[in-house]
């Protein structure tokens, strides 16, 4: 199915035991190129169990390159030269997913994505940055970003928000 997207995001619910729709391919890991299949993607980037549930999609500047994925239940492939942008995946609604989303967290340009303490690969963290971090902390990455890395920077960095702050799912 086309992602339709609105402002930069989308809504995907996936089906269940989506990794075995022979017709969907993956490429990259944490950034797919826009052919890829986004429900795939997000079982690859383990952010969707193989039970499916509903993801946020973001439309991202596309890379040079992507690296494969293997998550064991499914994978991706490497590609390069791929024209124009890609997108990256969040998790919204799914069966590993508490019931209750958790509070937007405001955070200071210096705060790390190690110091956020997110418990398990795959789960996302609402965070509000505040305005002009572009030098603030490091900046190590680009698109998928090191421990050490200022989180708000990196946002602003991949295009999330701007130089006036904003939302971010993390």
Known sequence: ADVRFRGGLARVVCPAHCQRDPKAVAFGSAV????????????????????????????????????????????????TDEP?????????DSIDMPA???????ISCGETFEKLGIPKKGLSVPVHCRGNCSGAGVLEGSSAYTGATSVCRAAQHAGVIDASGGHVMV
């Open 32 to 79: 797919h190129p826009l052919r890829s299949s986004v429900c795939l993607a997000a079982v690859v980037d383990q952010v969707l169990p193989v039970y499916g549930g509903e993801i946020v999609v973001t439309k991202v500047h596309g890379l040079p390159a992507y690296k494969a994925g293997d998550a064991s239940v499914a994978l991706s492939m490497s590609a």
């Open 84 to 92: 124009g942008g890609a997108f990256h995946v969040y998790a919204s």
């Open 100 to 106: 209750v989303l958790p509070y937007e967290r405001y």
